[in-house]
């Protein structure tokens, strides 16, 4: 079992950033590849991006790129989101999810630990 808490949302002006956190306990943090996911009200979660377990290539979603970044400190046991430049249409409840597999995946079905979510609003 891995057990993910994200942290940092919040209320911030069309422009503006936040840095969300994703702490994970449990079972070796550094076995699992790691998403950013988001969900807006009446709409499908869906991915804004992965950071594989081993090397290889970090995804954004095309909506993110160029303004979020997304990092991990395996020795904190930590997965971060840096949103810069945010819009109104970033706002959305934002989860973190940890999958087994080893590359990274944007299907949702893929991640087998889910967080809480964290509500990021973004005014204009």
């Known amino acids: 079992q891995v057990q993910l808490v994200e942290s940092g949302g919040g209320l911030v002006q069309a422009g503006g950033s936040l840095r969300l956190s994703c702490a994970a306990s449990g079972r070796t943090f550094s076995d699992y590849t790691m998403g950013w996911f988001r969900q807006a009200p009446g709409k499908e979660r869906e991915i804004v991006a992965a950071i594989p377990r081993i090397g290889g290539s970090t995804y954004y979603a095309d909506s993110v790129k160029g303004r979020f970044t997304v990092s991990r400190d395996d020795a904190k046991n930590t997965v971060y989101l840096q949103m810069n430049s945010l819009k109104p249409e970033d706002t959305a409840v934002y989860y973190c999810?940890?999958?087994?597999?080893?590359?990274?995946?944007?299907?949702?079905?893929?991640?087998?630990?889910w967080g809480q979510g964290t509500q990021v609003t973004v005014s204009s």
């Open positions: 999810a940890a999958s087994r597999l080893s590359l990274v995946t944007r299907s949702t079905v893929r991640y087998n630990y």
